[in-house]
């Protein structure tokens, strides 16, 4: 797809402050190729730093609580169905410097200690991205003055991270074919690589501390704008993601981003709010002449390309603090060609910190790049070391494999897999239910209960793909027609929030047990959603019966008896002569008769016929009253 920015942008172009003409610029947004008069002439390059803010109960070093925002107690409770729904939407409408202790505004005399919690947390989210865990990481000051930053410096992990060297396996939107099933080939052998995957490395995850959020106000007295600062955020837990420069197009970056944030909600140790800051990307942006590629012939193995890339590009530019995919996505091109201009105009561009006007779609130039002398690292003197040991778990004799194995849950990437390879599920079902990790252990509650009641084997091939329908479809539909409006009311959620079948009030055992009465032909799929809804509206009168004594209760019941099945038959029969003159002249006169009787018997029993008897039977009925020549 390539972003023509005469077309994208033409109020950008058009506002006083922009002098430049990107008309005859243009970039491609899934591979990243900057063009000039449709020439390509450079190479995108970005590579993305994440500021996830960890749900614990308190701030990083301060012990302050944080309001609403807890995974669970202890190190042993980190499901992420233990996330308290209210987190980020209490400190997001906290009143201004109301969870602030001492050590947060720079108290003199008040000595840092680090959070059991955060540091669990991070673990798990560095397992969770494939990184090296050593079992020492430091932390250190990084010196820059700011109003937002009391202490003067930000305590982080910069030359001795917690952790290195992961990786973050991507997979591209392919809205083009969602219900397409993989071949039973792949399904058997796991193999679910394609060419819309790719996977970008990580370099480093490191634990620090969040600064304050500075408030932009007009005083009502004076009418003039005033800068103020909010501190309820300074001390939060942070972990920054540092991505090496794998990424070529904008379409990736967003993509990388989205993965991360999904993982880290998966995992329970970050919400994911992109739009109320506790994930908060920054995106470093330069770009490569392709002319150089051509010139030296490199190796054609991707790793060289990309090597050989990487060694060509200008300084690095790097845009702060978007706060949605679009940003990311509209900031990497529009830097992507305002470099390309500018280095077509023998101005390279600065190595600088810029930010993105939501307003303009363009960057905006903040202050010049820092490089690590500036920042004045030293060692943190009032911290030792961090050691990944049973203290830092909170268990006696627990390692780092221990604690992993006990608290780190299925992956959503492990989870997909498995969920199409034993349960031959389509990719589209299986990044539905991996979309929503409550979602995966209600399915695979609902496949056992199933399987438990029904015994023959053409009805159990039959259960994962039912029970996925029923609840990608009529339960999540449920939970957000009657779950969620309660919920913004009550004030636990804000709207913003994607529906979770965790506050479904149908729970596994039940959808399995509907799933059994369809698959063993006792009720039909009609049926089956009417049954949902009548458990879901009605779960706390009902709940002490199972799904099968509710539907005998409420009528919920097909109608296989020969004999009903053949009175109706007759009445519609009897109802509709003229057809049967033509259903007389036999063939295909016959065979579309046959299937217009069916439908009219069907509506005659208002849906409660079982679709099969009622065929034989009315087969059986047409021989007898209207035989057929057999010639």
Known sequence: ????????????????????????????????????????????????????????????????????????????STSPTSLSSSSSLSSLFQKPNTSVWPLDVAVPGVLPRLSQE???????????????????????????????LPLGYQVTQQRWPLAREGRLRCQRSNRGNKKAKPSKKSRMAG??????????????????????????????????????????????????????????????AATAVETLRSLLKHIGTCSGRMEDGSLRCDLNVSIAPLENMDQEKTSITTQNKDHAIVQHTGNRVEVKNLNSLRQVQLAAEYEAIRQAEAAANGSPTLQETRTFDVKTNQTVTIRTKEVAKDYRFMPEPDLPPLILNEEVFGTPGMDLEGFLESNLPELPEDAQRRLKTSYGLSDYMASVLTGDPPAIELFDTAVHHANRQLTMDRERKKVPETVANLLCNELFALVRELEMQRLIEEGILDGTGETSVRFSRVDGNQLGEVVALVLEGSISNTMAKQLLRVLYEESNE??????????????????????ELAKIAHRVIAENPEEMERYKLGGKFARKITKFLLGKSMAASQGNAHPERLNEVLVEVLEEIAPLSKE
Request: with cysteine; glycine share 6%; proline share 3%.
């Open 542 to 563: 009902l709940k002490q019966f199972s799904a099968r004594e509710v539907a005998q209760k409420r009528g919920f019941q097909l109608i296989s008896d020969s004999v």
């Open 191 to 252: 193999d679910d690589d394609n060419d819309d995957s790719f996977t970008v490395r990580i370099e480093r995850i490191q634990l620090e501390q969040d600064t304050g959020k500075t408030v932009i106000m007009t005083n009502p007295k004076t009418r003039r704008k005033e800068s103020l600062v909010d501190f309820n955020r300074a001390g939060r837990a942070l972990i920054e993601i540092v991505f090496y420069p794998d990424l070529r197009s904008s379409v990736d």
């Open 1 to 76: 797809m390539i972003i023509h920015y005469q077309a994208l942008t033409r109020r950008i172009l058009t506002h006083p402050r922009i002098r430049r003409d990107f008309s005859q610029w243009s970039v491609d947004s899934e591979k990243g190729v900057v063009c000039f008069q449709g020439k390509p002439r450079y190479q995108t390059v970005i590579g993305l730093e994440i500021h996830a803010q960890l749900d614990i109960s308190t701030k990083l070093f301060s012990g302050c609580p944080v309001d609403g925002n807890h995974r669970g107690t202890g190190c042993g």
């Open 118 to 148: 955060a540091v669990q947390a991070a673990v798990l989210s560095a397992a969770a991205t494939k990184c090296e865990l050593p079992r020492v990481s430091r932390f250190e000051r990084k010196h820059y003055f700011y109003a937002d």
